[in-house]
C-alpha cells in the first residue's frame, strides 16, 4: 500500500497528481484521475473564471471525489479563478509560474489545501513561511514552463529545505519514477505529460501522437531570452522562434507575440508543426494512450513490485 501525508492531506488513496495544464487538463480528465483514486486538477490557464466555474461544476457530475484547480499566476485571469476557487470550495488550489502572493493566505484561511509549484530552494523556503500545506517540486525536465533545476538534485534538497510534504514533479510516468521520487524524500508525485497521453485527455489526438513518436532528446526549451523558459517537443515552431530568439533583432514584445495562441494550435487544433507542443523529457517514456485509471493502477502495481524488490538490499 503506497499511502503518504499527500494521501490524507487530499482525500485520495494513490499519491498521484495530475499537472494542472492549460487547455488539456479539464473537467474530463480531471474527474478521470480522481474516480481513480488520484488527485485530479482543472487547469485554468488564461481562462476567464466563470469558465473556471463551469468545468468545476462539470467535474462534480463527474465524479464524487476531490480534485483540485491550477492557478497560473502569470495570467490575466489568476485572480478571478483564485475567487472562482474560494466560492466553489474546491478541495486544493496549485500555483504554477510566478508567487501566490496574498492569494495563499486568502486560500487557505477558507479551508483550500494551497500547493504551489516550486523549482528552488529558495522559493520553497519563503512559501512554507507563508504557510504553503504542500509544495510541489518540479524538475525542468517538466514540459511547460521550467526552471533551472533537474527534478534529482533538486527534489531532496527542498525535502531538507521544508517540513510540509514534498510532491514531485518532472520527469516522471511509471512506477519507476514514483519509487524514485519517494526514496529522494517526496511524498507523492505530479505528472502532466503522462496524463496527456490518457483517453480522457481532451489533447488533439496529433499532439498526443507526438509524445508517443517522441524519443529521449526531442524536446528542446526556448525562451531564455524572455526570463520564462518552456519545455516542448522540437517542431517547425520551436526552430522557428529559437531563431528569433538568436537573431536578437525582433523586441521581447514581438517575441511573446510570436508564442501568444501556440498552445492552443497544437492542443486543439492539432497543428503539431506550427503550435507548441508542450511535453517534458519522459515523453520518451510515454509509448501508448491508455484511461486515467490503467496508468494509475500499472503505476502503483510497478511501484510495489519494485519496493518488493529492493527489500534484497536489506542490511
Ligand atoms: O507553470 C508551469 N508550467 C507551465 S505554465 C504554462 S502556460 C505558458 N504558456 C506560454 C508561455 C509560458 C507559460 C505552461 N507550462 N509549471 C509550474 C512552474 N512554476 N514551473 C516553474 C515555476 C515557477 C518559476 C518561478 C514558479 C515560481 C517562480 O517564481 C519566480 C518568481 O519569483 O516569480
Redesign the pocket.
Known amino acids: 500500500m503506497i499511502r503518504t501525508a499527500v494521501c490524507d492531506l487530499l482525500g485520495i488513496d494513490y499519491p498521484i497528481i495530475q499537472?494542472g495544464?492549460?487547455w488539456v487538463a479539464t473537467a474530463e480528465l480531471a474527474s478521470a484521475v480522481s474516480n481513480a483514486g488520484g488527485f485530479g486538477i482543472i487547469g485554468a490557464?488564461?481562462a476567464p473564471g466563470e469558465w473556471v466555474r463551469s468545468q468545476i461544476r462539470l467535474t462534480r457530475e463527474l465524479t464524487d471525489k476531490p480534485f483540485g484547480v491550477?492557478v497560473?499566476?502569470?495570467?490575466p485571469t489568476a485572480q478571478e479563478v483564485v475567487r472562482v476557487a474560494l466560492e466553489e470550495k474546491v478541495r486544493a488550489v496549485t500555483?504554477?509560474?510566478?508567487?501566490p502572493g496574498p492569494f495563499l493566505a486568502e486560500l487557505k484561511e477558507r479551508g483550500i489545501v494551497v500547493m504551489?509549484?516550486?523549482?528552488?530552494v529558495a522559493?520553497a523556503r519563503r512559501l512554507e513561511r507563508m504557510g504553503a500545506d504542500a509544495l510541489?517540486a518540479?524538475g525542468m525536465e517538466?514540459?511547460?514552463?521550467?526552471?533551472e533545476i533537474t527534478s534529482f538534485p533538486l527534489v531532496p534538497q527542498v525535502v531538507d529545505a521544508v517540513r510540509v510534504p514534498v510532491i514531485a514533479?518532472g520527469g516522471i510516468a511509471d512506477g519507476r519514477g514514483l519509487v524514485a521520487a519517494l526514496a529522494l524524500g517526496a511524498q507523492g508525485v505530479q505528472m502532466?505529460t503522462r496524463f496527456v497521453c490518457s483517453q480522457e485527455c481532451i489533447a488533439h489526438p496529433e499532439y498526443k501522437r507526438k509524445i508517443v513518436e517522441a524519443k529521449d532528446r526531442s524536446t528542446v526549451a526556448t525562451?531564455y531570452r524572455l526570463g520564462?523558459p518552456?519545455r516542448a517537443i522540437e517542431n517547425r515552431f520551436t526552430r522557428h522562434f529559437a531563431e528569433l530568439e538568436e537573431r536578437g533583432e525582433i523586441s521581447e514584445q514581438e517575441l511573446i507575440e510570436f508564442?501568444?495562441g501556440?498552445?492552443r494550435l497544437s492542443a486543439i487544433e492539432g497543428d503539431v508543426e506550427n503550435g507548441?507542443v508542450?511535453a517534458g523529457q519522459v515523453s520518451g517514456l510515454i509509448n501508448d494512450i491508455r484511461p486515467a485509471r490503467e496508468i494509475i493502477a500499472s503505476m502503483v502495481r510497478e511501484a510495489e513490485e519494485i519496493i518488493a524488490g529492493l527489500q534484497r538490499f536489506r542490511c
Do not use: D
Open positions: 499537472g495544464m492549460a490557464g488564461n491550477n497560473l499566476l502569470i495570467s500555483t504554477g509560474a510566478g508567487m504551489p509549484v516550486v523549482a528552488s522559493l510541489i518540479e517538466s514540459g511547460g514552463h521550467i526552471g514533479a502532466g525562451g520564462h518552456v508564442g501568444t501556440k498552445l507548441s508542450m
